[in-house]
């Protein structure tokens, strides 16, 4: 019988491609690992108690190998999909634990000042962010660059909601605004000295629209940075893509590096240095918040600070980016730095 292990080790292994367990042993879901971790019973007495809750849902087992069904996953749609329900305030907890306050994803105040190094911020400049997430992001470049004024854009309503209290909680509503925003009517008129966004374009189909509304609102020496999930090759299909694109809330659209150069060409954006290769990176970001998540979650389970809707929130999450990791690592996906200056015209 498997006894609980360290649920941020799980999510280590998958990253490095070093499953040391052997062929023989169950591999629980890292959701089901979690939860044992946290309760100190064995894991196999909690899988078996969520597949007797679940039973119509899990498949039977008929592929012939010795693991544990897995969970059918419905088919993934925006019919289904509730972005706002997804961001639930037990999600937005989580993800706080695992990448920091203020941020949604991976990446914190270090990461995000050697992207945007390149750009040489200035006080006096205008910004727009379509990343914005909790807004962590934008109130840190304001503060670090002398009260930029940044107008932020994100996706979800409920992020968006939860990120501008946080603004307003640091007093900082006019300097950073955060609004949500439909991608499909891109809603910024204003002109910006720099565009960015990170990682979110990959969830976006008709990325055409958001990044021609992009080129328009940038001054004659405005510059662009987009960081993004692409694909290795256009219309390439694999298991690990397979199974992340299911683990995923919304529907994924992914392009290739060369559709964004076209585009980008095409927008007459020069790409001004080549696209960067990310992934090696982005990997160990995913690793370090999780390995840092379980200090404090270590400190709750201490305290008594139980929250049974945060825990089941943080394994599903723990799963998804698990998932998203394996991608990543197979090599078929791939996070890219696009960046273009127009003054290089």
Partial sequence: MQTS??????????????????????KYPIGVRLKAWWLGEETAEIFARRQAEDSDEFDDGEDGDDLPP???????????????????????????MVWGQGFAAPGDEAYLMSLVNVAGLKSDMSILDLSGGLGGAARALSERFG???????????????????????????????????DPAKPPWKKKFDFAFA???????????????????????????????????????????????KASEPNPVYLWSVEQYRAFFEKLK?????SPQDLTEGYCKLIVSGWWKAQDTILRAKK????????LATLGDEAERWAARTAALQSGDLCVYRFYSDKRNR
Avoid at 200 to 227: D, H, N, R, W
Avoid at 269 to 273: A, C, D, F, K
Avoid at 303 to 310: A, H, I, K, W
């Fill in 5 to 26: 292990g360290n649920w941020v080790g799980a999510l280590a292994n998958v990253a490095v491609s070093a499953d040391k367990r052997s062929d023989s042993a169950p």
């Fill in 70 to 96: 897995s969970p059918k996953k419905a088919p993934i749609t925006s019919e289904l999909v509730d972005t706002d329900t997804y961001w639930a305030p037990a999600r937005i907890t989580a993800a706080q």
């Fill in 147 to 181: 009260g930029l004024w940044i107008n932020s854009f994100e996706m979800s309503p409920e992020l968006a909601k939860a990120g501008m209290e946080q603004t307003k909680m640091a007093g900082m509503s006019k300097k950073v605004p955060l609004e949500s925003f």
């Fill in 198 to 244: 990170r990682e979110s374009f990959y969830q976006i189909e008709k990325k055409e629209v958001v990044l021609l509304a992009i080129a328009k609102s940038l001054k004659p020496t405005g510059q662009c940075l987009l960081t993004d999930l692409v694909i290795r090759e256009e219309g390439l299909s694999s298991p690990e893509l397979d199974a992340w």
């Fill in 269 to 273: 954006l020069p790409m001004s240095l």
């Fill in 303 to 310: 305290n008594g600070d139980y929250d049974e809707e945060v």
